[in-house]
């Protein structure tokens, strides 16, 4: 079994990241600049918002962070939405999710303009992946797609099993996987949960890509010998022996999972790490103008 170091994966990617930053910079053009915004204090969000703040400075961009507080009206959302849409000086703008129930996620999303969507998320970019054309993909297939790539693993020909179905993880990845490409030209089955009897399919799987959010609910009983399995899940499960009082736990009950694998991503130090990534190169083809002019 290989254990697929997202972690170590992604500072190889930062480091290459960087040196076109600097590349960037020596010949007089402004450093890529991306807006963060969060609206409300949930914890989880804090932390993404922060771990993404880091490493856009690690990697030499400009990363601005743009706060709100819960009971902010969509309208001021929008309104900030479109001013950053016609700011000069930022190439990328992400809305940290969730958000609280009177702010439409839609609404935000097809709010900023498709070349600042570095997120992937309105359904121009959405769209576009679909049709193979030139977009912003988004960041955790694409920090997965990276994964697969770095470590060589043949996806050709393969029965990917993706369980999940959402706008920003499963569905972008089953058309990622499913493309001809490398990686990709794989047979997708997508699961969700009205998918009846779940091991059936899950069994099946060559490549095997929880994005759930259920905290290890893949057990061994569902999973292939010699399977590569993709954890994108993260929960914070509370646990009173740990520093903050939780535990991230993902998708895949790993120790007994891990066993039966050719290659697995760990729960922490797996796909996240990648996404950042994803997100960094997303903002510095928006900076390069190099997917809408
Ligand atoms: P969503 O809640 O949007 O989607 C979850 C999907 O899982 C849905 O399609 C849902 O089905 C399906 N599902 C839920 N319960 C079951 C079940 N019992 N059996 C089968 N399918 C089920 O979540 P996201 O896609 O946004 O995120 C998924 C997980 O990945 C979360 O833990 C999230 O925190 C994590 N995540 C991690 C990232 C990273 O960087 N590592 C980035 C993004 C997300 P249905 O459509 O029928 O509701």
Do not use: W
């Not at 690690?58 to 507080?69: C, H, M, P, Q, S």
């Not at 129930?101 to 070349?115: D, G, L, T, V």
């Not at 099993?161 to 990622?176: D, K, Q």
Request: hydrophobic share 40%.
């Amino acid at each position: 079994m290989t254990l697929i170091d997202g972690k170590a994966t992604a500072e190889e990617y930062k480091s290459v990241i960087r040196q076109e930053v600097a590349a960037l910079t020596a010949r007089g053009l402004r450093a890529p600049h991306l807006a963060v915004m969060l609206i409300g204090n949930n914890g989880a969000s804090e932390t993404y918002v922060a771990n993404k703040m880091k490493t856009c400075r690690d990697a030499g961009f400009e990363a601005t962070l743009i706060r709100y507080e819960n009971t902010v009206s969509e309208r001021e959302v929008l309104h900030k939405i479109n001013e950053i849409n016609h700011n000069t000086e930022i190439d990328g703008l992400i809305v940290q999710s969730p958000f609280p129930n009177h702010i439409s996620p839609q609404k935000i999303n097809e709010a900023i303009h498709p070349a600042k969507d570095v997120d992937g998320f309105h359904p121009v970019n959405a769209g576009r992946l679909q049709q193979n054309k030139p977009c912003y993909i988004a960041a955790t297939p694409k920090g997965i797609m990276q994964l697969i790539e770095r470590y060589k693993i043949d996806t050709q020909g393969k029965h990917c099993v993706i369980v999940g179905r959402s706008n920003i993880v499963g569905m972008p990845m089953s058309i990622l996987m499913s493309r001809n490409a490398k990686p990709g030209n794989c047979t997708v089955t997508v699961c969700h949960s009205k998918t009846v009897n779940l091991a059936q399919y899950t069994l099946q799987a060559d490549i095997l890509i929880a994005a759930i959010g259920v905290p290890e609910m893949i057990t061994a009983s569902m999973v292939k010998e010699g399977a590569v399995v993709i954890d994108v899940g993260i929960t914070r499960v509370p646990d009173t022996s740990a520093r903050n009082g939780f535990r991230l736990k993902g998708d895949v009950k790993f120790d007994e999972v891990a066993p039966r694998c050719s290659f697995i991503t760990p729960v922490p130090g797996g796909v996240g790490p990648m996404t950042i990534i994803g997100l960094l190169q997303n903002t510095l083809l928006a900076a390069k103008h190099a997917i809408y002019n």
